[in-house]
């Protein structure tokens, strides 16, 4: 029983991490269109050049 | 994969990138284009041209994932000149827009634009790969929720009109994103309250996490320091809970306590403070009960109604998004006017009154203005709903907003943009959404009283509590400031008619007074103008009673022939009822449509005179028809009716009766008022013989007519007097006086006189049968109201007697009063709904107008 002492404080911990993580990717703009990559992640492709010029040009995940 | 996500494009034979059926090979021509190793079909040079580019340019893909055809050129509606604006020399229109921020030190600009028909993963992937390959692009990101796209790039390499060609190249109008139309700060309020209801549920299960062992160790097992650990561990992810997600109620109550006012935010934040403050002495006394998880349960829920009626919110603005896009984004200024004709493209934004604009056909009115030069015919339907092009010229007003159709014309601005009808009407929009209507100000009251009651109510059961059992007298007293529920009597009335008020906005009718739709419910007398209201408003052609041997037909032909050379309002009558014959009988054009005219002279005050095929015809009052015919046929005038003669030389042929046409629609208004108990009564200021044939037509009982406007006043007035309440509907401009007199008045919509009507509510569509629609709003919305009371009313009387017998405790006081406002918004939202039995063609005409108003015209 006395491992909770430690473990409920370190649980305390982990969820203050995880509103921290959670603040920095709803500024990141995240969660502003909960649609538009659901769609996107269906695409390929089907020319590597094109692919490597696209991704050249899009370099910020976040924005 | 794409196998799976070949929709339904790909199995209608047609044209396979647009879908219009594929000609037959005529002269051994066919176009197609190998797509995906397969010979496509296309319809024309056009499509399989874009479709080869498609997939040279390796993006096949697009036609696995895409959902529907590409739009043909009916749908087409950005005007290329435009575009250029958004060049780097006047970049600055866009900047002082609020659109555009740059970066100095980057030199790179960022941008938003809204873009118009994205419709499904293709449009995304196709727009963000096309604008990829521009150069000098950093960042493109296309949010399919708001239709809106945010792209940044170098402005020494690439030039923001550069962005708009590309996407006008794959089929996407795009326009410069509006702050306003997209309503950033309701964005800004959503996103942050997601964030405050992700924090709240987090810590409510993390709490319940420490509170469920204390629960269920009842028998004394859990010792002295586990139990403290726990509730100082429920104590931390409370604090999240409440510092940041609890907000809006602390800063409501605060704002309510500031301006002397109880609302619902102060219980709740008493209720919130009193349970904390209460459990924090507890977890550091030592001993005593916790309600950690009672407490971030609670404000989780109540987020969740919040969000709930947020939402509700932004899906109530979206009916405006359409009358946003109506302004044009430029104009052709012709500064040296009228000396030299040179034009120059400036932003609308920078137009000001006397500045003199050229405007081609098809495009969009920046603001409004009188016709210097010209005569064309504009398409005002996006501001009226009016889908007939209206006939305009010198020194005719024109709307901002509305599409010149036909010819070029040259307009001196009377208003700039900004004081343009079309933003008049949005301000009207905006204003009519702020009020807050009688029963609604009544709910607020209520609740106000309702909330210092309830807590002395509390205050009372605490103290009574502390005599019976003083253990159980705190959470009972927090369950009775919890479970009470004055956000659901608050609700009830708003938000139903936020619903109501974005359905009708839809149907282009606008409320301007909030009292609209209670007071027409009671209203017990209908009062209707004649002219413009019952009636069209301009001649129609009644009757043609033949006077010789010709065929009714053929003299209207010859009628029609002869008066497409007059601009006299009588002749337009005629022209519209040859037209009207030619288009019912099929006949691909009419007979005489080809036979020549000549000679046509105009007599003033008199009729036409001119030769059809070689033969003398004249046609207008009796009198000048009869010099022709040599001798003279009985006149019979009928009530109401004008009649023009045609005659030949020696021959009497027809008579064409004219008269002000019935509204198509009035019958079935009337008679759904009637059939609601209310009495229709016809006020009208033309003759009585005129009004009771028009009130007999309509089975309305009581005709007056040759009423002066004072006169009508006071016929009102003394109805009011009798205790009637009285609706009147008019055109809005000459009765003025006795619509605001009334107690909820119409009026007819008219783009140009929009700033001038003095009526409650607006039918922008011009059409009565718009006011059976708003009664009929009006019931629902008055039988939702009475639900969402009668239900915060019993959930009050039931659940309040409940808390403070300590039958609930306070969790079980949160669920069930957020579920109460949640019963209430979404029992509003359900007026959102237009029923589609209704529904002819005004939606399909709202969507449509914003696309295509040129197109349809110029077919006229």
Same mark, same amino acid.
Request: hydrophobic share 30%.
């Given at each position: 029983m006395e491992a909770l002492f430690l473990l409920v404080p370190l649980s305390i911990g982990i969820v203050f991490i995880a509103i921290w993580l959670f603040f920095r990717m709803s500024d990141s703009g995240? !969660?502003?269109?909960?649609i538009g990559p659901a769609l996107r992640i269906l695409h390929d492709d089907d020319r590597p050049e094109i692919n490597q010029k696209s991704e050249n040009v899009r370099p910020d995940g976040d924005g | 994969m794409s196998a799976v996500l070949c929709g339904s494009p790909q199995v209608v034979?047609?044209? !396979?990138?647009? #879908?219009l059926p594929v000609p037959l090979e005529t002269e051994g021509k066919s176009w197609q284009v190998l797509i995906d190793g397969v010979m496509r079909p296309m319809c024309c040079p056009g499509c399989q041209t874009v479709a080869q580019c498609i997939v040279d340019n390796g993006l096949c893909d697009f036609y696995s994932t895409r959902k529907w055809f590409s739009v043909t050129a009916a749908q087409e509606t950005l005007i290329p000149p435009e575009l250029q604006l958004y060049d780097d020399a006047h970049t600055s229109a866009v900047e002082q827009a609020g659109q555009t921020t740059t970066d100095p030190a980057m030199e790179t600009c960022e941008a938003a634009f809204s873009i118009e028909g994205i419709r499904c993963a293709a449009c995304v992937w196709l727009i963000e790969r096309r604008l990829a390959?521009?150069? #000098?692009?950093c960042s493109i990101n296309v949010n399919v929720s708001t239709e809106c796209l945010h792209v940044r790039w170098n402005k020494t390499v690439c030039k923001p009109s550069d962005i708009l060609k590309s996407l006008r190249e794959i089929g996407y109008a795009a326009y410069p994103f509006d702050p306003v139309r997209h309503g950033e700060q309701l964005e800004r309020t959503r996103k942050k309250l997601f964030r405050q209801l992700f924090i709240a549920g987090l810590s409510m299960m993390q709490v319940m996490m420490y509170a469920l062992p204390v629960y269920l160790a009842t028998d004394g097992t859990m010792d002295e320091a586990m139990t403290s650990l726990m509730r100082w561990a429920g104590l931390l992810l409370t604090l999240p809970a409440i510092c940041y997600s609890a907000q809006p109620f602390f800063y409501g109550a605060w704002i309510n306590l500031k301006h002397r006012w109880l609302g619902m935010d102060v219980p709740v934040s008493i209720g919130i403070v009193a349970a904390f403050g209460g459990s924090v002495m507890a977890t550091l006394r030592g001993h005593g009960d916790v309600y950690f998880d009672s407490l971030t349960m609670f404000i989780f829920l109540l987020l969740c109604s919040r969000y709930l009626e947020l939402m509700a919110r932004r899906k109530a603005a979206s009916a405006l998004d359409n009358l946003h896009h109506a302004l044009p984004a430029s104009a052709w200024r012709m500064p040296g006017y009228p000396f030299c004709r040179d034009t120059e493209l400036i932003p609308a934004a920078q137009l000001r009154a006397d500045d003199v604009i050229l405007i081609k056909p098809g495009d969009a009115i920046a603001a409004d203005g009188v016709i210097l030069e010209g005569t064309t015919t504009v398409d005002v339907s996006l501001l009226t709903g009016e889908s007939q092009a209206q006939s305009k010229t010198i020194g005719a007003n024109l709307p901002g907003g509305a599409i010149n159709a036909t010819q070029p014309i040259v307009m001196r601005v009377t208003h700039a943009s900004a004081d343009s009808t079309l933003s008049v009407l949005m301000q009207l929009i905006v204003r009519a959404g702020q009020g807050k209507p009688q029963l609604s100000l009544w709910a607020d009251k209520v609740a106000a009283w309702f909330v210092g009651g309830l807590l002395l109510f509390a205050v009372v059961v605490f103290f009574l509590w502390q005599w019976i059992d003083p253990a159980r007298a705190w959470p009972i007293a927090i369950a009775v400031l919890v479970v009470s529920c004055p956000c659901a009597l608050s609700l009830a009335t708003p938000t139903a008619l936020a619903a109501a008020t974005d359905r009708l906005v839809r149907r282009k009718i606008l409320i301007v007074q909030p009292h609209v739709l209670e007071t027409l419910h009671r209203a017990t007398h209908i009062i209707f103008d004649k002219t413009g209201t019952l009636t069209v408003g301009k001649p129609v052609l009644q009757n043609i009673e033949t006077l010789g041997i010709a065929s009714p037909e053929w003299c209207l032909q010859v009628a029609a022939a002869l008066e497409v050379f007059s601009a006299h309002p009588l002749a337009g009558a005629i022209v519209d009822a040859a037209k009207d014959r030619s288009r019912q009988q099929e006949s691909?054009?009419?007979?005489?449509?080809?036979s020549c005219v000549n000679d046509v002279r105009e007599v003033a005050g008199q009729g036409l005179e001119g030769s059809v095929d070689g033969v003398l015809f004249r046609f207008g009052a009796a009198a000048f028809v009869e010099k022709l015919a040599g001798y003279s046929v009985t006149a019979q005038a009928a009530v109401g009716v004008t009649s023009i003669y045609l005659g030949s030389r020696a021959n009497w042929l027809a008579r064409f009766d004219v008269a002000d046409g019935l509204r198509s629609d009035a019958r079935q208004v009337v008679s759904h008022f009637r059939a609601a108990g209310k009495t229709v009564i016809l006020l009208s200021g033309d003759q009585q013989a005129v009004a009771r044939h028009v009130a007999e037509a309509l089975g309305i009982s009581t005709a007056l007519g040759e009423y002066l406007p004072e006169q009508k006043l006071a016929y009102v007035q003394a109805l009011q007097g009798d205790g009637a309440i009285v609706a009147m509907v008019g055109d809005g401009i000459n009765d003025a006086a006795v619509l605001r007199a009334a107690d909820v008045s119409f009026a007819m919509g008219n783009g140009a006189a929009l700033a001038q009507m003095h009526a409650d509510c607006v039918l922008l569509s011009g059409r009565l049968s718009s006011l059976s629609e708003v009664d009929a709003t009006a019931a629902q919305t008055l039988s939702v109201i009475r639900q969402n009371l009668t239900w915060a009313l019993l959930y009050n009387l039931v659940a309040i007697p409940a808390a403070a017998l300590g039958l609930l405790n306070p969790w079980l006081s949160g669920i069930g009063m957020s579920v109460s406002s949640a019963v209430v918004v979404l029992n509003a939202l359900r007026?959102?709904?237009?029923?589609?039995?209704?529904?002819?063609g005004i939606e399909a005409a709202t969507g449509a107008l914003v696309t295509s108003p040129s197109l349809r015209t110029s077919s006229m």
């Open positions: 995240q !969660f502003d269109d909960m | 034979p047609g044209c !396979f990138h647009c #879908g390959r521009l150069p #000098g692009m691909d054009l009419s007979p005489l449509a080809a007026l959102r709904r237009i029923k589609h039995k209704s529904g002819d």
